[in-house]
């Protein structure tokens, strides 16, 4: 064992952990023992999250809220259970601060869409301005452009840097008094960069513009803290920190949710209804029109309790030395370029790089045949790609059951890739 692979053992029982993740056993072509380092797009599950699941349809399957029998009342006990585990696991002072959706999403374009109908002081229009990032998710692009093209607003971003960092040189020029809302990236998807948040929330209080930010690659990586952030909104996903598909987060400030419109209408967001007017419930469920994703929900709520319960301070430090690890091994490999931040500091548990001339599809298709999944393509990220001046890129990402072992399985898989294509 080398002496970077000896520094790691210890900060998590990664053998212990793996156990619980049934996937994590399988094999691919031929008996290959599967190396999966995908888990920025979506992450494995525990047994625990999968029994809790099981559980859920198998004994407590029922609609929530409107129910007085038995097993109805328990499907909401296990629903709004859910939701103030979130509430715990985030920091939120209330647990109606914590609204359901689908995925991330849907709750970036929940605030969008808000945005657009409120009244003042909130609503945006051609006389206001959006002030997103180049790095972001498409999740985080597209619905600000959509708001824009139906307001009239402007939409501006901050640049990155050749070391993929934010270029916040002119944080004063791109965040004005006209500005609304800045929503961005905790932690980029593609670059792996983390993002100064501090300092652009500061000048966004400055001008009194709401922030909001998408933290899908923070929540299942580090201590996530909403007070501490000072953010008016977060938005994060189930499927990325050990939960299932179908369930998002958007939490925000009480304040502002008891005075912004709802975005979808339906059943349960209502108060009362007549065929001339409606009037809405209090938040969060104004903002959960019609069937809640139920045993998504239970799922999450199984996942925050699997992750509390290890620690998610521990699970930063293990993926911070493993990420140094694999930052130190990929830097060995001839003619591999990292995009972004070729160290580990401030910097997530992914890595994105690109191989010489072979296409990044070719790498991960060699590497599949070895029984490594790695991602390939703009990460739904391009504006990032067209920044570099690349196509694509391969991207790498570790998590809890990450194992040295597997970095190392990576680096040998790309020398055959080499080889392979001569």
Not at 24 to 31: I, N
Not at 105 to 123: F, T
Not at 141 to 146: G, M, R
């Amino acid at each position: 064992m080398t002496d970077a692979r000896q520094g790691l053992t210890g900060l998590l029982d990664t053998e212990a952990i793996r156990k619980d993740f049934p996937l994590l056993d399988r094999t691919v072509h031929d008996g290959k023992k599967i190396v999966y380092l995908d888990s920025a797009a979506t992450s494995q599950k525990p047994r625990q999250v999968l029994d809790a699941l099981n559980t859920y349809y198998e004994r407590h399957n029922a609609n929530v809220h409107r129910g007085v029998y038995t097993i109805a009342e328990e499907a909401t006990a296990l629903y709004e259970g859910a939701r103030d585990k979130v509430a715990a696991f985030i920091n939120a002072p209330s647990r109606d601060e914590v609204i359901f959706t689908k995925n991330a999403s849907e709750s970036l374009n929940l605030v969008a869409n808000m945005l657009g109908w409120a009244d003042e002081p909130y609503r945006v229009d051609r006389d206001t301005e959006i002030v997103t990032t180049e790095m972001e998710h498409h999740s985080n692009i597209v619905p600000w452009q959509l708001l824009a093209q139906r307001t009239g607003a402007k939409l501006k971003w901050f640049g990155i840097t050749d070391e993929g960092r934010l270029d916040l040189s002119n944080i004063d020029e791109i965040i004005t008094e006209k500005t609304k809302i800045v929503s961005f990236t905790l932690v980029s998807n593609i670059l792996g960069t983390v993002n100064p948040v501090e300092q652009i929330i500061r000048r966004a209080q400055q001008v009194g513009a709401l922030v909001c930010i998408d933290a899908s690659q923070a929540a299942p990586h580090m201590v996530l803290d909403v007070q501490a952030l000072q953010a008016d909104f977060v938005a994060f996903t189930g499927h990325k920190m050990v939960g299932p598909t179908g369930i998002g987060v958007l939490w925000g400030r009480q304040e502002l949710l008891e005075d912004l419109p709802p975005f979808l209408g339906g059943g349960e967001m209502i108060e009362t209804v007549s065929m001339h007017s409606s009037t809405y419930a209090p938040a969060p469920h104004k903002f959960e029109a019609g069937t809640p994703p139920i045993a998504q929900a239970v799922g999450l709520g199984a996942a925050v309790d699997y992750l509390s319960a290890i620690g998610m301070e521990k699970i930063y430090q293990h993926e911070k030395a493993i990420t140094e690890y694999a930052v130190k091994r990929l830097l060995e490999v001839p003619d591999l370029r990292i995009i972004g931040p070729a160290t580990a500091e401030d910097r997530g548990a992914t890595i994105s790089f690109t191989l010489g001339d072979i296409h990044p599809h070719d790498v991960g298709q060699v590497l599949d045949e070895l029984g490594i999944a790695v991602r390939v393509g703009h990460h739904c990220a391009r504006p990032v790609c067209l920044r570099y001046g690349i196509p694509a890129t391969t991207r790498a990402s570790f998590y809890l059951y990450s194992t040295p072992a597997e970095v190392d399985a990576l680096v040998d898989g790309l020398e055959h890739v080499r080889n392979f294509f001569g």
